[in-house]
């Protein structure tokens, strides 16, 4: 009787563990994000250009990366020379492959060029320390709500599909949750990989409204169900 009673607490242990164990597993995010990519000095992207705003580089003072991290973007709005782009990562994080795949480029090896891919999380209820992991080549840096919660200005290659190089933890609000990646590449290979746990929906949308969408503003919804 003793000997079933403690199989049962190891039991409901184990399976506490992997309860806790799959509300913090790290989802690799494949999309579909919206993406801009923009050029950065030669011989500058990378590590280098982690902290140059390009996109107001790119557009001449008329949109930061401060407002599209809080605000959003539509798709089809311009910057520079491209234009907002929805396109779903493949599994091997290859950027540059997209950025082709869509039409934004032809050039099947853009470097010392920077990428930001936009997506929007939606959740139930507020959820405080959700793990993160990010993968990149080269450097990276990310925005929640517009705040930024993880940089590594490094020139690397992004590593293996199903680990990540970095592993940090943010906060999700309850409703949407704005998440903004930046990848500057320098040279070589380009691409990424991101991971998010908790309990959340993508929005797969023709347009990333704003954290607080504002009336003005329509599109239409289609919801994704993040399987865990």
Same mark, same amino acid.
């Given at each position: 009787?003793?000997?079933?009673?403690f199989?049962?607490?190891?039991?409901?242990?184990m399976?506490?563990?992997?309860?806790?164990?799959?509300?913090?597993?790290?989802?690799?995010?494949?999309?579909p994000?919206?993406?801009?990519?923009?050029?950065?000095?030669?011989n500058?992207?990378?590590?280098?250009?982690?902290?140059i705003?390009?996109?107001?580089?790119?557009?001449?003072?008329?949109?930061?990366?401060e407002?599209?991290?809080?605000?959003g973007?539509?798709?089809?709005?311009?910057v520079?020379?491209y234009?907002?782009?929805?396109?779903?990562l493949?599994?091997?994080?290859?950027?540059?492959?997209?950025?082709?795949?869509k039409?934004?480029?032809?050039?099947?090896?853009?470097?010392?060029?920077?990428?930001?891919a936009?997506?929007?999380?939606?959740?139930?209820?507020?959820?405080?320390?959700?793990?993160?992991g990010?993968?990149?080549d080269d450097s990276?840096?990310?925005?929640?709500?517009?705040?930024v919660?993880?940089?590594?200005a490094v020139?690397? +290659?992004? =590593? @293996?599909?199903?680990?990540?190089? %970095?592993?940090?933890? &943010?906060?999700?609000?309850?409703?949407? !949750?704005l /998440?903004?990646?930046?990848?500057?590449?320098?040279?070589?290979?380009?691409?990424?990989?991101? +991971?998010v =746990? @908790?309990?959340?929906?993508?929005? %797969?949308?023709?347009? &990333?409204?704003?954290?607080?969408?504002? !009336?003005? /503003?329509?599109?239409?919804?289609a919801?994704?169900?993040?399987?865990?």
């Amino acid at each position: 009787m003793v000997k079933k009673f403690f199989i049962l607490i190891v039991i409901c242990l184990m399976s506490l563990s992997l309860m806790s164990l799959s509300a913090n597993a790290q989802q690799k995010i494949s999309g579909p994000w919206l993406w801009m990519i923009a050029p950065t000095d030669a011989n500058q992207g990378g590590q280098a250009s982690t902290d140059i705003d390009s996109l107001d580089e790119a557009s001449d003072g008329d949109v930061t990366e401060e407002e599209v991290a809080k605000k959003g973007a539509k798709e089809g709005d311009e910057v520079g020379n491209y234009e907002w782009t929805l396109g779903t990562l493949a599994n091997d994080g290859d950027i540059n492959a997209l950025v082709v795949s869509k039409g934004m480029d032809k050039n099947a090896d853009l470097n010392d060029i920077t990428s930001y891919a936009l997506i929007v999380l939606e959740t139930k209820k507020a959820q405080n320390g959700v793990s993160m992991g990010a993968s990149s080549d080269d450097s990276i840096k990310i925005w929640l709500n517009g705040e930024v919660v993880h940089k590594n200005a490094v020139n690397r +290659g992004r =590593g @293996g599909a199903n680990t990540f190089q %970095d592993n940090f933890k &943010v906060d999700l609000k309850k409703g949407n !949750n704005l /998440l903004m990646v930046k990848v500057s590449e320098r040279g070589g290979g380009w691409g990424m990989f991101i +991971g998010v =746990g @908790g309990d959340y929906e993508i929005n %797969d949308i023709d347009a &990333v409204l704003p954290v607080e969408p504002m !009336n003005k /503003l329509t599109t239409r919804w289609a919801k994704i169900k993040n399987n865990r």
